[in-house]
Structures are given as structure tokens and as C-alpha cells.
């Protein structure tokens, strides 16, 4: 394992991918689990509800209340929900394939609530972990 100086290695879910993003429980700005958590993609759901509270996906959770990462997976169909899902995707693929390039894993595990999300959310992932992952 990998500790750090202090303890504080391996922090994955702190590093900035996206430099005007969401402010993190952290203090910073745009840190991955901004975006690739089950709380991040809740943000993101409103900030679409505040940008677009017309819309039908707007109305449907303004009306439900309570959102959850499971509406988001469910309604994958759904133009919107398949932003989400790949902003949320990219974010976490392009910080898999940059730490590929530092650790050379044979083999990486994501846990937490969005490993439940299924095979369409790890194929989501795979397209930017493909694309950056360098192959030398
Ligand atoms: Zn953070």
C-alpha cells in the first residue's frame, strides 16, 4: 500500500478533474468525487434542474423530491441521464488511465455506490480509459 508522507496517498477521488467544477467536502474545486460518486452525480442533477427546470426530467424529480443515483441509472434511456452518466464516466476513465500510466496495474477495482451502477457504466468508463491509456 501505498501511504504517503503523511497518510494521505492514493486520494484518487481529490484530484481536480474539472477546474470550474463543484466545490469538494475538501475545500477544493473540481476533485473527481465531485463528479464520479453517487453525491456527484446528484450535483449534477441540480445543476440541470437549475438550468433547465422546465424540462420533463426536471418536473419528474422536482415532483419526486428525493433523487438517487439509482433514478439516474434507471432512466438511462434518457437524453440527460446519459450525460450524466458519461460526464461522469469520462471524469473517472481519464483519471484511471492517467494513474495506469504512474502504477501500471494489472487489474483495477472500483467500489463504492456507482460499481453497482453495471456494465453500461464500466463500458461508459472504458471509451475515455482507452482512449488516454498509454500504451508504450
Ligand atoms: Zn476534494
Redesign the pocket.
Known amino acids: 500500500m501505498l501511504s504517503g508522507s503523511n497518510w494521505t496517498a492514493a486520494e484518487i477521488?481529490?484530484i481536480t478533474v474539472e477546474k470550474d467544477g463543484f466545490t469538494?467536502?475538501?475545500?477544493?474545486v473540481g476533485?473527481l468525487?465531485?463528479i464520479a460518486s453517487a453525491t456527484g452525480i446528484i450535483h449534477q442533477v441540480n445543476e440541470f434542474i437549475q438550468q433547465n427546470p422546465s424540462s420533463e426530467l426536471s418536473h419528474y424529480f422536482q415532483k419526486k423530491g428525493e433523487i438517487s443515483t439509482k433514478d439516474i441509472f434507471n432512466f438511462a434511456g434518457d437524453h440527460l441521464c446519459q450525460q450524466i452518466i458519461q460526464r461522469t464516466a469520462d471524469a473517472l476513465g481519464v483519471v484511471l488511465a492517467n494513474l495506469s500510466v504512474v502504477i501500471n496495474p494489472s487489474v483495477i477495482t472500483i467500489g463504492g455506490g456507482l460499481s453497482k451502477a453495471g456494465d453500461a457504466f464500466i463500458i461508459a468508463i472504458e471509451k475515455p480509459f482507452k482512449g488516454m491509456l498509454w500504451h508504450g
Open positions: 477521488g481529490h469538494c467536502n475538501c475545500g477544493r476533485c468525487e465531485t
